[in-house]
Every structure is written in C-alpha cells, then in structure tokens.
C-alpha cells in the first residue's frame, strides 16, 4: 500500500486517492470492490482516513454509505450533493465510481475559505452501485432513499455464500428500517444530486471530446437467469423433427430478438440488447450430446420506458412461440426494472454557462446507470459530467486522463459556485 500523506494540491491528491485504493483493492489486472464487502470497506476505510487527515467531517448513514463535510461549513439550508460508489465489478477498472468520489473531495476543498460562495456541499460515498454482486443495482442510494425493495434483501451473493441482509448487518447497516422502506435521509434536505463520472463507452474518446454533460440515463429490463429446457440425448440418433435442443431454442429466441433490434433502431428508438451469460450444463458437456437445458441472462436498456416494456413483451411472445415450435420450455427468475432517468434542465444549463467562452461541451445520454438516476426518480435535481475515457468500462483497462479529470471538476465546480 502507498504510504500516507497529506497531499492538498488537486493533481496530486487524486493521483495520490486514486492510486492507494487501486493498490489496495487490486485482484489482478484489475481491481475488486465487492458491494458491502471487503473490498469496498477497504476502499471506504482509506477515504475516511484520508479524509480525517485533510479535517474533513466524516460520517457513515444507517444504509454504510460515507459523508463527507468541511466542519466549518455549519450551514442548514438544503445542501448539494456530490457522490458517486465505492464498489466496482469483480477484476473491474479502478476509475468507475471511484473517480467520482475523489472529484467531490477535491471540490469541497476547493471550496474551503470561501464555501459560502456555494450551497452547503456534502460528498456521498454510496455502497453498492454495481449489479454484479447480488443482481440489483443501487443498494445504497436506494436503501438512503428507502426505496429498495425489501425482497432484495434476501439476494443471495454471485458466489450464494450469503445474502444482502447478511452482507449488510456486517458493515453496520440498519437493515430492519431498510426493509421498513423508512428513508433514512430527507430529499427536501437536498438542493441536488451531482455526480462525475467516467464515460464507460467509446464515444467521447472517438469524438475528442473531453468532458460532457449527460442529458439522461437509460433504465433496464432483466432478468438475471432464465432456463430453456428441452431433453438431452443421442446426438446421431434424434432426428430433427424429434430433438428438444435447448441451445437451438435460445439461439433463435437471441437471433429474433436482434433482428426486432435492428427495426426498432430503424424507427428511431433508443435501446440496447445484451446476453451477457450463457451456459449449457457443465455436467453434460460432450460433443455427442444434445443441450437439454440453456441458462442465460437478458437484458434491454432504454432511455424511455415504453421501449422497454414493447421490447420485452416481444421477448415473451418470441419465447412462447419457440416453445410450441421446438417443444422447450423457459423458465424466468424475478423480473428486474430499473427506471430511466431525465438530468435537470436547469442544471444542464447552468453547467453550459460555467464552461469557459467557446468550450461549450457536448452533450451525451448514459448508457450505462448511475447512482444519479435513483436521486433523479425521486425528485432531486441532478446532473452528471462525464469525463473522457479510454478502452471503455468494466474492465482493468480504463484510463481516464488526469488533465480531463481535473476539467471536469473545474466545470462542477464553476456551475455549484456560480449565482
């Protein structure tokens, strides 16, 4: 681990942040910040640390999440918020969420002797951003907001080692009034939601642009795991018309639905499809052996609604009809909906006017979710910057250049501190 110092110079003092989580989170190539585990508790530990010693006022919320404050700041009016998650997926890049926590820590320092000059800041460290690790995404900010399901706390882990709840309880988290969907925060305390964020796709690196402004968030429909089940047998003595081939089945479904896709590109609507696993048994793996069961994941993102349950609903109708034409069967976990969501006009114009005269960025929707979305559903002002970043997300390789990191701190910072 890197040996601890005061670093108050904004360069410094992130490379510095940024680099001692790295080191102590890394799992690789990458890094591993499991959502209310080890990982993640080591990544908040470090920042409480770091924290206490550049005498920022630290506190943890009844759902784990970190806050930071400067202790002179004794204001009560409605405060803005800058967060972003500590955890990040397994093996995953050290930039995603993390990089945004560090921007808030380097804007209320920024602020410090002349915070008056902006609203009350408050910087939020959330837990549990990531769907990798129990299936749903937001535990933290929904768990503040009271809006987490409380099923969810019954998700096993990836590895079914042990549940939300489990996990939750040991990092000091006030699970019966979670599952009471008490709010553990009040949204009228909070004047808006601001987050700095890494581009996790391609498009900002192949544009040049190095900061943008997210206009909004695309939702989600999944389901974690769904079976095709069909029978195994012979693989030279089941005619076709006679097989049950599960992989066949899943291998239409997949192809029909990316051909409804492409038309629904065509016709101008925003959408994206993914299958991100799928397996036959392992048991039965041979060459000579027709599948007779298929699990797979699905998911489609859109930044409306309506596209979202039209998408899904052809998925349905193609499985039934696979079923009667291939005499499978599919078998669906709980369904999982995230809500799309729309960034605050007036925020988006107010970071317009803080860019510097004739640098007016871009603006970009996020294909990927973001703690700013649950804030954003509930009614709280929020925003995003996104800050360029090579070789996309998820995985060891991003790379964020310091330079566009630290602009896009210095348009938040601009737009929070501007009348």
Same mark, same amino acid.
């Given at each position: *681990? *890197?040996?601890c110092?005061?670093?108050?110079?904004?360069?410094?003092?992130?490379?510095?942040?940024?680099?001692?989580?790295?080191?102590?989170?890394?799992?690789?190539?990458?890094?591993?910040?499991?959502?209310?585990?080890?990982?993640e508790?080591?990544?908040?530990?470090?920042?409480?640390?770091?924290?206490?010693? $550049?005498? $920022?006022?630290?506190?943890? %919320?009844?759902?784990?999440?970190?806050?930071?404050?400067?202790?002179?700041?004794?204001?009560?009016?409605?405060?803005?918020?800058?967060?972003?998650h500590?955890?990040?997926?397994?093996?995953?890049?050290?930039?995603?969420?993390?990089?945004?926590?560090?921007?808030?820590?380097?804007?209320?320092?920024?602020?410090?002797?002349?915070?008056?000059?902006?609203?009350?800041?408050?910087?939020?460290?959330?837990?549990?951003?990531?769907?990798?690790?129990?299936?749903?995404?937001?535990?933290?900010?929904?768990?503040?907001?009271?809006?987490?399901?409380a099923?969810?706390?019954?998700?096993?882990?990836?590895?079914?080692?042990?549940?939300?709840?489990?996990?939750?309880?040991?990092?000091?988290a006030d699970?019966?009034?979670?599952?009471?969907?008490?709010? $553990?925060?009040?949204?009228?305390?909070?004047?808006?939601?601001?987050?700095?964020?890494?581009?996790?796709?391609?498009?900002?690196?192949?544009?040049?642009?190095?900061?943008?402004?997210?206009?909004?968030?695309?939702?989600?429909?999944?389901?974690?795991l769904?079976?095709?089940?069909?029978?195994?047998?012979?693989?030279?003595?089941?005619?076709?018309?006679?097989?049950?081939?599960?992989?066949?089945?899943?291998?239409?479904?997949?192809?029909?639905?990316?051909?409804?896709?492409?038309v629904?590109?065509?016709?101008? *609507?925003?959408?994206?499809?993914?299958?991100?696993?799928?397996?036959?048994?392992?048991?039965?793996?041979?060459?000579?052996?027709?599948?007779?069961?298929?699990?797979?994941?699905?998911?489609?993102?859109?930044? %409306?609604?309506?596209?979202?349950?039209?998408?899904?609903?052809?998925?349905?109708?193609?499985?039934?009809?696979?079923?009667?034409?291939?005499?499978?069967?599919?078998?669906?976990d709980?369904?999982?909906?995230?809500?799309?969501?729309?960034?605050?006009?007036?925020?988006?114009?107010?970071?317009?006017a803080?860019?510097?005269?004739?640098?007016?960025?871009?603006?970009?929707?996020?294909?990927?979710?973001? %703690?700013?979305?649950?804030?954003?559903?509930?009614g709280?002002?929020?925003?995003?910057?996104?800050?360029?970043?090579?070789?996309?997300?998820?995985?060891?390789?991003?790379?964020?250049?310091?330079?566009?990191?630290?602009?896009?701190?210095?348009?938040?910072?601009?737009? *929070?501190?501007?009348?």
């Amino acid at each position: *681990m *890197m040996a601890c110092t005061t670093v108050t110079e904004p360069r410094a003092l992130a490379l510095s942040l940024l680099g001692e989580i790295r080191e102590a989170t890394r799992d690789g190539l990458g890094v591993t910040r499991e959502s209310y585990g080890a990982g993640e508790n080591t990544a908040l530990r470090i920042l409480t640390e770091r924290a206490q010693e $550049l005498d $920022l006022r630290c506190e943890s %919320d009844r759902a784990g999440n970190l806050w930071l404050s400067l202790p002179e700041d004794e204001r009560a009016a409605p405060f803005l918020v800058i967060g972003s998650h500590a955890d990040s997926v397994p093996q995953g890049g050290n930039f995603d969420g993390l990089a945004g926590i560090v921007a808030g820590i380097l804007i209320l320092l920024g602020l410090r002797g002349r915070h008056e000059d902006a609203a009350p800041v408050r910087v939020l460290a959330l837990r549990g951003e990531e769907s990798a690790w129990y299936g749903k995404a937001y535990l933290g900010s929904l768990s503040l907001l009271g809006k987490l399901p409380a099923a969810t706390l019954a998700r096993p882990r990836r590895d079914g080692v042990d549940t939300l709840s489990e996990a939750m309880v040991r990092c000091g988290a006030d699970v019966a009034a979670i599952a009471r969907g008490e709010a $553990l925060v009040d949204t009228a305390d909070i004047a808006a939601y601001l987050e700095v964020h890494i581009e996790q796709g391609p498009v900002m690196v192949n544009r040049g642009w190095p900061v943008a402004l997210v206009t909004g968030i695309r939702g989600n429909v999944r389901h974690n795991l769904i079976r095709c089940i069909g029978e195994s047998g012979h693989s030279g003595a089941v005619p076709r018309w006679l097989r049950k081939d599960a992989l066949l089945a899943v291998a239409e479904l997949l192809s029909r639905m990316d051909e409804h896709w492409r038309v629904l590109l065509q016709m101008g *609507m925003d959408m994206v499809m993914t299958t991100g696993i799928c397996s036959t048994s392992a048991q039965s793996h041979a060459v000579s052996v027709i599948p007779g069961e298929v699990a797979f994941s699905f998911e489609v993102r859109s930044q %409306d609604t309506q596209t979202l349950e039209r998408f899904y609903a052809l998925m349905r109708e193609e499985c039934a009809a696979i079923e009667r034409a291939r005499h499978v069967r599919f078998e669906f976990d709980e369904r999982l909906f995230t809500e799309p969501a729309t960034m605050d006009a007036g925020w988006l114009q107010r970071l317009e006017a803080a860019a510097v005269q004739g640098e007016k960025p871009e603006r970009i929707a996020s294909g990927a979710g973001h %703690d700013a979305a649950v804030f954003a559903n509930a009614g709280v002002p929020s925003a995003m910057v996104f800050i360029r970043n090579e070789n996309g997300s998820h995985n060891p390789h991003e790379a964020m250049d310091i330079d566009d990191f630290l602009a896009g701190i210095e348009l938040m910072q601009r737009a *929070m501190t501007s009348a």
